[in-house]
């Protein structure tokens, strides 16, 4: 099977060659037709699957094929595709793709997100922009302010649906929705799906072509997991001395906040340990320098929160830490999903202090088997030390957001996760109940290579 006979044209089957696949990922094989063919889909595919090339590819293709609008446009020119997305990360990943796939075809992107000047934004839409990719909350800042035409859109992309419901952010779909002609394709990507995914796909789509893949993000053989039993007060100790002892250059440390996230980092720094936090109270370009750094190897610490972390796309990471376990047993199988990509072997460390003992527990329950116990030597666990609760468990209620979904907060929402602007939302999370399709034990991992960004 190859992307020509999916019936892509050679202008893209030869950008994607040059980006190195030469093979469509099973997501690509069933979606790339059913786009093409104009009708609307519902997919269940999550980060690493190859979803971003599933959509975009088609989208390039029949944009491309009918390019008498916009194309000899010389100033400002409407949406024709409009792909949203949860976060400022994965805006920018999926906009690089449609760059990348669409380097010979006549059409313009452009990424959207809130965080930056909104100024520059408005310069660009004053010229053609074909494919917007863009978070919902800067999105309708234009939308109110006039500067973006929506009444044009022929393709809409909800790409992780699931997130953005979970982090609140069905108002603004919903005002976006409102702004788009009623002819138009519609797409839905969701990793889960809940009663509320349907609802919305029930809502949006149109007798929508069903494809589901295995969840990539399920632990892959290749993972190694292993959980060390430590002091809530030695975690930072241990991990220094693992990553010393075992000369780990590249690792991914998760922390269930962002306070967690920046008092580490700067501990493991002023041990010397180069590490940077990443979440969303840091500005973007703190974020886009610290994942630069990380990617390109000359960080080998990145500390960082669930949501932060989710899109990132990393080459082969071999080493994931979960500093503190998460409170929902999915974000685990989230994090580890990030290791053993690309065939290579990964391994996923959880440290665990005598409070975290449910949390490991239920996420055994979830992944059907238990993770082995190890206890490193001069770190062995303080039997008098009692458990706490986390401050930042399930029971807690977290400050308000100003935009966000009820349901955030009767979740796990934290005090020091809590909102400060729409697109930095960032919840340990936000689902109200573990979706039925959540994890599968065991499952084949999907073979991607090793290029990033898709
Ligand atoms: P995504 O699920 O869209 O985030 O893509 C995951 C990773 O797979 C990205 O690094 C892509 O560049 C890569 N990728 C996507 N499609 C293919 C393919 N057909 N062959 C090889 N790599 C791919």
Sequence with gaps: MSFSSLGLSEALV?????????????IQRQAIPAVLSGGDLLAGAQTGTGKTAGFTLPILHRLAANNGRNAHAGHRASIRALILTPTRELAAQVEESVREYGKYVNLKSMVMFGGVGIQPQIQQLRSRVDILVATPGRLLDHVGQGTLDLSRVEVLVLDEADRMLDMGFIHDIKKVLARLPRQRQNLLFSATFSDEIRALADSLLNHPALIEVARRNAPAEAVTQRVHLVDRERKRELLAHLIRENRWRQVLVFTRTKHGAN???????????????????????????????????????????????????????????NFELPNVPEDYVHRIGRTGRAGAEGEAVSLVCVDEHKLLADIEKVLKRSVPREVIPGFEPDPRIQAEPIPNGRNNRGSASSR??????????????????????ETTSGRGRPAKTTVQASRKPVKIPTLMGG
């Design 263 to 321: 008092r580490l980092s700067e501990q493991l720094t002023k041990g010397g340990i180069s590490a940077l936090a990443i979440h969303g109270n840091k500005s973007q370009s703190a974020r886009t320098h610290a994942l630069a750094q990380f990617k390109s190897g000359a960080l080998p610490v990145l500390v960082a929160t669930d949501i932060a972390a989710r899109g990132i796309d990393i080459v082969e990471l071999p080493h994931v830490v």
């Design 14 to 26: 030869r950008a994607v060659t040059e980006r190195g696949y030469t093979v469509p990922t099973p």
């Design 404 to 425: 966000g979904s009820s349901r955030n907060h009767a979740s796990a929402r934290t005090r020091t996760e809590s909102t400060r602007s729409l697109h930095s939302r």
